[in-house]
């Protein structure tokens, strides 16, 4: 989110400083006569989980957790399938829901779901071929200050934000290279309809949208209510965005966008036993819990208690859009192509 969440930048830089190698020094034969004693691991570049909980891991398995963190939810379906004929990673963990079915038709992952998948879990499954671990949800974030100061109404939809006082006002990213802009180019189809989504956006472009390379140049320099010096008060971002501001913004929970992360094991993995201890860990009540406030999602089992400025300012959305992945993967390269279309004949 992320891929593409709150301090992304900061997270990805603790990334490269201490977990794309968290342990282990690859693959070894174990005492107990050829078991492999370390697990490699493929991650987005927004992984973050503890240092504590991972020497847990490591004790408690006996497995030496290796992790490497080639880029963001893309890169990392990218390279499974280049990949496939000869796998470098045992798991896999961050492809999230809009591009998981590309790599689950690819036949890249080996079917594995954990059996300590909570209820909660249970619609996100993909026939048993991963594992689901987290969710997001890409919504326009509101100004909440700027509309009271300048006595304008918040928008409410998606079809407020192409009308002309609003569509100035908003920053979104480029579904071709950002994992939010993809989410909500994905939630205007949705909810609009594939004959309509692209008027739509024909409109917005139009009425003086912003179209942003990125969410941290979106969210940081063009959002006013980020750090106060961004021209516009209307952003796609994240509804766990408002936990960060204490309520001074907020989400349009009828924009928001339901994003799925997973973790799975990698078909033809050297270690496919370490690569499902590794999935059941993801799914651990530690791990969960240390989900939001590390890698800023919700846990996929909701009965893991949220950090008390998310309960407060940036509880998930009751009803959000949830796309179906195999529609995504089958749509999403037209959609992509056709709104670049639209893009560059607006003249942005």
Not at 76 to 88: E, F, G, H, R, W
Not at 115 to 135: F, H, N, R
Not at 275 to 304: G, H, R
Request: one cysteine or more; a negative charge.
């Amino acid at each position: 989110m992320k891929q593409q969440k709150i301090a992304a930048t900061a997270v990805a830089a603790l990334v490269l400083g201490g977990l794309v190698a968290c342990s282990g020094s690859g693959d070894s034969d174990g005492a107990s006569g050829g078991q492999q004693d370390s697990v490699t691991v493929l991650v987005h570049d927004s992984f973050n989980v503890p240092q504590d909980l991972i020497d847990q891991f490591e004790e408690e398995t006996g497995y030496s957790l290796t992790t490497t963190a080639p880029g963001d939810s893309g890169v990392v379906i990218n390279q499974l399938i280049l990949a496939k004929d000869n796998p470098t990673a045992d798991a896999v963990y961050g492809v999230e829901s809009f591009s998981v079915q590309k790599a689950v038709d690819a036949g890249v992952f080996a079917p594995y779901t954990s059996d300590a998948l909570p209820a909660s879990g249970a619609d996100y499954t993909l026939d048993g071929a991963v594992t689901p671990v987290d969710t997001g949800d890409v919504c326009v974030n509101v100004d909440r200050a700027w509309f009271e100061d300048n006595g304008v109404a918040e928008p409410e939809s998606f079809e407020d934000l192409a009308e002309p006082e609003y569509s100035k006002l908003l920053v979104v990213e480029d579904p071709a290279a950002s994992s939010p802009g993809l989410a909500f180019l994905v939630g205007t189809v949705e909810a609009l309809g594939e004959d309509s989504y692209l008027d739509y956006w024909q409109r917005l472009l139009d009425g003086g949208t912003k179209v942003a390379s990125g969410w941290s140049d979106a969210y940081y320099s063009d959002f006013s209510g980020a750090e106060g010096n961004g021209d516009y008060p209307l952003v796609v971002s994240y509804a766990s965005s408002p936990a960060e501001s204490e309520g001074t913004t907020g989400s349009l929970d009828n924009t928001c966008v339901r994003q799925v992360e997973y973790a799975g094991v990698v078909e033809g993995a050297a270690n496919p036993e370490g690569a499902q201890a590794f999935v059941d860990f993801m799914l651990s009540d530690e791990v969960q819990a240390s989900i939001p406030e590390n890698m800023y999602m919700y846990p996929i089992n909701d009965e893991i208690e949220l950090p008390a400025e998310w309960a407060e300012y940036a509880a998930a959305p009751d009803d959000p859009i949830v796309a179906d992945p195999a529609a995504a993967a089958e749509g999403r390269d037209t959609w992509i192509k056709d709104w670049t279309a639209v893009f560059e004949e607006s003249g942005k």
